[in-house]
């Protein structure tokens, strides 16, 4: 007994700790509930942060399908997208990474869904949206004040044409699909399953044959663009026009505050060369045989308006403006008329408005000699075979463009242009998929790029 009631305490002595085991109760009740309060006010703050848009701002942006899903996701910091390899290693030129990636993905099976298999997908829109996260985005009210259209030219690979879409999609923006009438129909029922799961999303209203260095690749981003004119529910300031495999450097609201910055200036490539006059001094037209463009060896009229025939590129960012003049001016319809049987004219049209001062044309800065300036040249990367000085090519050439490899990424992503052409979603497949983690993560975390270089670009 005496050796237990040596552990005995004094009755005093127990209520004594009895009292204070309460008190450390009642103390540690109190803290936990302040800092829950705390951490729920803290949220609400977040949450009404103009970083993210709030659900009564985005229910008046957008249809009755897509409010619950935006309105459930605007987390102001979505978790970050990782990839199986460190794409932050291959980004920053990491040589280690870089080979590491590339012998595994020279080693796995990518399995890639079909054409079919993303139109079954997208049938059912519930499905679409969770597996591809069309959620994971937040959008500022200096973008939701700054609208862009997209006209996307597509004739393959739904896959690779839902990895761009997903990366540019804004549910404020406008977006205008055009498929080729000779893809596969595959392609087009996937891309209108995946239009009707998003309702700022739709297919041209009317399709094109389109042959390559054809007038009906012009004609296809004309009809997008004529469609985005008369499309109400979004008054957007510029229309980008973009083919599958090109890929965006920049986030949404990076391309907003340097498209602010050229504030109705576009960004269209437009030079004058002579030994390519033989494009449009010669009559081409498509032989039915080998759906090619040749020329017949007749000479052509002249242009209308006594204009100097443009070359550039067929991608460019157009303001509203331009876009309108275009499409509906008299000047501009004749000379898109005339393109019809010269070669390429989606290289042409665009550069030859763009060109003459004396049309007219809005959202063209001019140098001293009256000639377009250069500096706005913007819109696309491209790495050419025959670049003068040519960068290295780190994947291959197709066409004399080179589509990326891993080793391009450390690169293109210090580029100053808007977006690259041009990827492939299975070829060197971390290449892309590397590009995407990146510009996701950017657009999470709100990384912006310096804007001194384009402010620098609209000083005279």
Same mark, same amino acid.
């Given at each position: 007994? !005496?050796?237990?009631?040596?552990?005995?305490?004094?009755?005093?002595?127990?209520?004594?700790? %009895?009292?204070?085991?309460?008190?450390?109760?009642?103390?540690?009740?109190?803290?936990?509930?302040?800092?829950?309060?705390?951490?729920?006010?803290?949220?609400?703050?977040?949450?009404?942060?103009?970083?993210?848009?709030?659900?009564?701002?985005?229910?008046?942006?957008?249809?009755?399908?897509?409010?619950?899903?935006? @309105?459930?996701?605007?987390?102001?910091?979505?978790?970050? +997208?990782?990839?199986?390899?460190?794409?932050?290693?291959?980004?920053?030129?990491?040589?280690?990474?870089?080979?590491?990636?590339?012998?595994?993905?020279?080693?796995?099976?990518?399995?890639?869904?079909?054409?079919?298999?993303?139109?079954?997908?997208?049938?059912?829109?519930?499905?679409?949206?969770?597996?591809?996260?069309? $959620?994971?985005?937040?959008?500022?009210?200096?973008?939701?004040?700054?609208?862009?259209?997209? *006209?996307?030219?597509?004739?393959?690979?739904?896959?690779?044409?839902?990895?761009?879409?997903?990366?540019?999609?804004?549910?404020?923006?406008?977006?205008?699909?055009?498929?080729?009438?000779?893809?596969?129909?595959?392609?087009?029922?996937?891309?209108?399953?995946?239009?009707?799961?998003?309702?700022?999303?739709?297919?041209?209203?009317?399709?094109?044959?389109?042959?390559?260095?054809?007038?009906?690749?012009?004609?296809?981003?004309?009809?997008?663009?004529?469609?985005?004119?008369?499309?109400?529910?979004?008054?957007?300031?510029?229309?980008?026009?973009?083919?599958?495999?090109?890929?965006?450097?920049?986030?949404?609201?990076?391309?907003?505050?340097?498209?602010?910055?050229?504030?109705?200036?576009?960004?269209?490539?437009?030079?004058?060369?002579?030994?390519?006059?033989?494009?449009?001094?010669?009559?081409?037209?498509?032989?039915?045989?080998?759906?090619?463009?040749?020329?017949?060896?007749?000479?052509?009229?002249?242009?209308?308006?006594?204009?100097?025939?443009?070359?550039?590129?067929?991608?460019?960012?157009?303001?509203?403006?331009?876009?309108?003049?275009?499409?509906?001016?008299?000047?501009?319809?004749?000379?898109?008329?005339?393109?019809?049987?010269?070669?390429?004219?989606?290289?042409?049209?665009?550069?030859?408005?763009?060109?003459?001062?004396?049309?007219?044309?809005? @959202?063209?800065?001019? /140098?001293?000699?009256?000639?377009?300036?250069?500096?706005?040249?913007?819109? /696309? *990367?491209?790495?050419?075979?025959?670049?003068?000085?040519?960068?290295?090519?780190? !994947?291959?050439?197709?066409?004399?463009?080179?589509?990326?490899?891993?080793?391009?990424?450390?690169?293109?992503?210090?580029?100053?242009? +808007?977006?690259?052409? %041009?990827?492939?979603?299975?070829?060197?497949?971390? /290449?892309?998929?590397?590009?995407?983690?990146?510009?996701?993560?950017?657009?999470?975390?709100?990384?912006?790029?310096?804007?001194?270089?384009?402010?620098?670009?609209? $000083?005279?």
């Amino acid at each position: 007994m !005496g050796m237990y009631a040596c552990f005995e305490r004094p009755p005093t002595m127990n209520r004594k700790r %009895k009292l204070m085991k309460s008190l450390l109760k009642l103390v540690f009740l109190i803290v936990v509930v302040v800092f829950f309060n705390h951490m729920k006010a803290e949220n609400e703050s977040i949450e009404r942060h103009d970083a993210s848009v709030s659900i009564l701002k985005t229910k008046k942006v957008l249809k009755n399908n897509i409010r619950v899903l935006i @309105g459930r996701n605007l987390n102001p910091m979505p978790k970050l +997208l990782v990839n199986e390899v460190n794409c932050q290693g291959i980004i920053e030129g990491d040589e280690w990474h870089i080979s590491y990636a590339s012998k595994i993905q020279n080693r796995v099976g990518f399995k890639f869904l079909t054409d079919r298999e993303m139109g079954k997908l997208a049938k059912n829109c519930d499905v679409f949206l969770k597996t591809f996260e069309y $959620n994971r985005f937040t959008v500022s009210q200096e973008e939701l004040d700054f609208p862009i259209a997209y *006209s996307l030219i597509v004739y393959k690979d739904a896959v690779q044409i839902e990895m761009l879409l997903r990366a540019i999609y804004r549910p404020h923006n406008a977006y205008c699909i055009h498929v080729d009438k000779s893809s596969n129909p595959n392609i087009l029922d996937a891309m209108k399953a995946i239009a009707n799961c998003l309702p700022n999303v739709f297919i041209a209203s009317k399709l094109e044959d389109v042959i390559y260095e054809g007038y009906s690749r012009l004609q296809a981003d004309i009809n997008c663009m004529t469609d985005l004119l008369h499309y109400a529910d979004v008054k957007w300031k510029y229309v980008i026009n973009l083919p599958a495999q090109e890929y965006p450097l920049k986030t949404n609201a990076e391309i907003v505050k340097i498209l602010k910055i050229l504030n109705g200036t576009c960004s269209i490539e437009s030079i004058y060369d002579e030994v390519l006059h033989k494009r449009t001094n010669e009559i081409y037209f498509v032989n039915p045989w080998s759906l090619k463009v040749q020329g017949t060896g007749l000479h052509k009229r002249p242009p209308p308006y006594s204009v100097v025939v443009g070359k550039g590129s067929a991608y460019g960012a157009f303001s509203r403006k331009f876009v309108d003049f275009a499409v509906n001016d008299m000047k501009a319809r004749e000379i898109l008329k005339w393109t019809e049987d010269t070669f390429s004219p989606d290289e042409t049209f665009w550069a030859t408005l763009a060109m003459n001062k004396h049309l007219g044309t809005p @959202g063209i800065k001019y /140098t001293a000699s009256g000639m377009p300036d250069q500096r706005v040249w913007i819109s /696309t *990367s491209i790495t050419w075979d025959f670049s003068k000085p040519k960068p290295k090519c780190h !994947g291959r050439y197709v066409r004399n463009v080179c589509v990326f490899g891993l080793g391009d990424l450390h690169r293109l992503v210090s580029e100053k242009k +808007l977006f690259a052409n %041009k990827f492939h979603y299975a070829y060197q497949p971390f /290449t892309l998929m590397c590009m995407e983690e990146w510009i996701f993560n950017k657009s999470v975390t709100y990384s912006y790029t310096d804007l001194d270089y384009y402010r620098d670009l609209m $000083n005279d």
